[in-house]
């Protein structure tokens, strides 16, 4: 039982928030919009229409590639994905088969084993198509999205548990924030997760067939699907079945997958290159510019903020969202005005406090930081070296008080406060006080 070992190669679908579609000149932001008022005769499909590219999405695939360390094609050719459905006006996606924009990348993540490379197989650019809803008797469609920019991120099959997965769509969702060429959402399906799973016996080679898992919409769907898959294949095998290749969805209320479409089905898409584009030459100043425009990366944040002292578990938390990543870097450089200060209490405050970075400024954060360990405990040995000042400070006084007057012990802790900025402990001064005199 304990022999067999999953093999999963994942498929993501990305769109890109360009301001135009991919072959006109539509708005590409159509979600919410009244449905079919973002269309002209080239995401319509109208005979005649000529299509051109949108270089900005492009410029995005290629910088998705660059992050996921892939070669860049110098030269790339759209072609025909032939197939019929309705909500597929041209009869066929214009999409990229034989020559992508992107190949041979890589990405590390963490699963159980620890940290591994997955190979990225290829990354490359096509059109989104129209979305279709049913309900009751009718079906409506929406050509809206048709001709949305989409790219398409494909693995070689080497996740072997979900935790590796997980990680993986986690990493990519974080890196289209941060290189803004997407929103990213699964709920509003701007990213799109596709999981292929096969079963083998640990060390034998790449089983002869793969279930598609489709439509998932969430990382937690995702992680569900995958492990019932997993399950019902290993006990497949256990039976002396022979698993079908097929295409399964995922039911979330019942919990299980089910078929969609076997083997004997799958689409010959007859891919043939788009006689009405030219072929793409991406020349060498393009890519050096866009490597040059490539921000820090999430995990990049994250080990530098490791190194500045931060747990792992935090640097990781601090570094998914740009926007906090760069909050935490404010504060931490405030922050060091003060050597009570160090960056896990800083870490601690954003995270425990669940720290809204619109409502607060990093210099408030630092004021109250230091508040909080001046004076306090941490800083016995401050109040002592105070102490011995005022009394060196204030002779009356100490005199006073050898002499029985109380009510002088209350100007030598006030002159501790003064030293201290207001910021002793009057308790513990007291104490110090009483020893020292
Ligand atoms: P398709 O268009 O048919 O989905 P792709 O090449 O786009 O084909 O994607 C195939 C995916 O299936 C890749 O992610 C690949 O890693 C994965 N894959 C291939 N063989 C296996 C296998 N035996 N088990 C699991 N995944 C596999
Ligand atoms: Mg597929
Ligand atoms: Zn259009």
């Not at 539509?26 to 109208?46: I, M, Q, R």
């Not at 159980?112 to 197989?121: A, L, P, T």
């Not at 740009?322 to 405050?349: M, P, R, S």
């Not at 501790?416 to 207001?422: C, D």
């Amino acid at each position: 039982m304990n022999n067999y070992e999953p093999v999963i190669g994942l498929e993501v679908h990305v769109e890109l928030n360009t301001n135009s579609k991919m072959f006109c000149k539509c708005s590409a932001d159509y979600f919410g919009k009244e449905p079919n008022t973002h269309t002209c005769s080239v995401c319509l499909g109208l005979p005649g229409a000529l299509p051109y590219i949108n270089n900005k999405a492009i410029d995005y695939c290629l910088k998705i590639g660059l992050v996921l360390n892939c070669q860049i094609a110098q030269k790339s050719l759209f072609e025909r994905k032939n197939y019929f459905y309705p909500d597929l006006p041209k009869g066929y996606q214009i999409s990229q088969y034989r020559w992508p924009l992107c190949i041979n990348g890589w990405i590390e993540v963490e699963g159980k084993e620890g940290i591994k490379r997955i190979r990225i197989n290829r990354v490359h650019q096509e059109e989104d198509t129209g979305k279709m809803t049913h309900s009751n008797n009718e079906t409506l469609v929406d050509f809206n999205r048709s001709g949305v920019p989409l790219v398409e991120i494909v693995t070689e099959p080497d996740f072997t548990d979900v935790a590796e997965i997980r990680d993986y769509a986690k990493k990519l969702q974080q890196c289209f924030r941060y290189l803004g060429v997407s929103n990213a959402d699964m709920e509003r399906g701007d990213m799109r997760l596709e999981a292929n799973v096969s079963i083998r016996v640990k060390g034998e080679k790449l089983p002869n067939y793969r279930v598609e898992l489709k439509n998932i919409n969430s990382f937690r769907f995702m992680v569900s699907a995958v492990e019932y898959e997993i399950k019902r294949q290993i006990k497949e095998i256990e039976a002396g079945r022979i698993i079908n290749q097929e295409t399964r969805g995922w039911n979330e209320d019942k919990k299980c997958s089910y078929l969609q479409r076997s083997k004997e089905k799958a689409h010959d898409y007859r891919y043939f290159p788009e006689p009405d584009l030219p072929e793409l030459i991406i020349d060498r100043n393009r890519i050096e510019g866009i490597k040059k425009s490539l921000p820090e990366l999430p995990w990049e944040k994250g080990r530098r903020f490791e190194q500045a002292g931060v747990k792992k578990a935090d640097a990781r938390i601090l570094s998914e969202d740009k926007g906090l990543a760069e909050f935490f870097e404010n504060t931490l450089k405030h922050g060091q005005k003060y050597q009570v200060i160090n960056a896990q209490d800083i870490a601690n405050y954003i995270i425990n406090k669940k720290v809204d970075i619109n409502l607060i400024l990093p210099t408030q954060i630092i004021e109250e930081i230091r508040d909080k360990k001046v004076g306090v405990i941490t800083d016995l040995g401050n109040l002592q070296k105070m102490a011995k000042k005022a009394l060196i400070e204030n002779p009356e006084s100490v005199n006073d008080y050898k002499k029985g007057k109380v009510a002088a012990m209350q100007v030598l802790i006030g002159a501790v406060m003064r030293l201290s900025g207001g910021k002793a402990d009057a308790e513990k001064t007291k104490e110090i006080l009483k020893k020292l005199l």
